[in-house]
């Protein structure tokens, strides 16, 4: 019964700080692609629906973004100056202060959290 009663308690205890942290809050979006970005939107990864994130971040540019979702996922997409239209996907905003949009001239993204 003891041993029970304590692989129990050890159990709740170990998911208790993955529950406390889950969810997706309010990051700053910094954009480092060499390029303005125009039309930022956001959805769940795994879904369709868009949702406009902010209207434009400037080369180099840091944004504030106010933000609440209990998935961690997403994926973010923008226009790009010049033409063209980057995609960021499996973006993980859990416990991400900032996140960095990265860019190749070949059209390769990729994110830095910090």
Not at 68 to 96: I, R
């Amino acid at each position: 019964m003891n041993k029970r009663l304590f692989a129990l308690a050890a159990l709740a205890f170990s998911a208790a700080p993955a529950l406390a942290f889950a969810g997706a809050t309010n990051f700053t979006l910094v954009n480092s692609t060499d390029a303005a970005l125009s039309s930022i939107a956001i959805k769940r990864t795994g879904t369709t629906d868009w949702k406009p994130l902010s209207a434009s971040a400037s080369a180099g540019a840091a944004n504030n973004v106010n933000f609440s979702d209990p998935d961690c996922a997403f994926d973010l997409k923008a226009s790009v100056a010049g033409g063209g239209t980057a995609l960021w996907s499996g973006v993980n905003l859990c416990g991400t202060s900032r996140l960095t949009l990265r860019r190749r001239p070949s059209g390769e993204t990729w994110v830095d959290y910090d």
